[in-house]
């Protein structure tokens, strides 16, 4: 069996942790790599975000991570959905906690 050498949760404190776990379904959250970079969100500026693996979304999470963005951006789920699997998807780094498996440093 194989172990996951890290993963990232949605951390309980984040004012964000309702939406994403209404989203997700679960605290686990898949992100492309464990390290973040800085983007910048419109109206706030530089902020730090890890990219979420759409790939490892079931099809249910993608079309309620796509209704929540469209219904807060007020945007048409076909052109939301286009642009999240075309550009991918931000997950704050405070929104999230990065769990490493001690085997990972061995």
């Not at 964000?16 to 989203?23: H, L, M, N, T």
């Not at 390290?35 to 099809?59: K, S, T, W």
Request: glycine share 8%.
């Amino acid at each position: 069996m194989a172990r996951e050498l890290w993963w990232a949760r949605l951390g309980s404190s984040s004012p964000r942790y309702k939406d994403w776990f209404q989203i997700l379904g679960t605290d686990k959250v898949p992100l492309l790599h464990p390290g973040d970079a800085e983007c910048n969100f419109i109206g706030e500026g530089a902020v730090y975000a890890h990219r979420l693996a759409l790939d490892q979304l079931d099809e249910h999470q993608l079309n309620r991570l796509i209704a929540f963005v469209a219904k807060k951006f007020g945007a048409d789920e076909g052109t939301v959905r286009t642009e999240v699997l075309r550009d991918g998807f931000p997950v704050r780094s405070e929104d999230v906690t990065i769990f490493y498996d001690m085997r990972a440093f061995l």
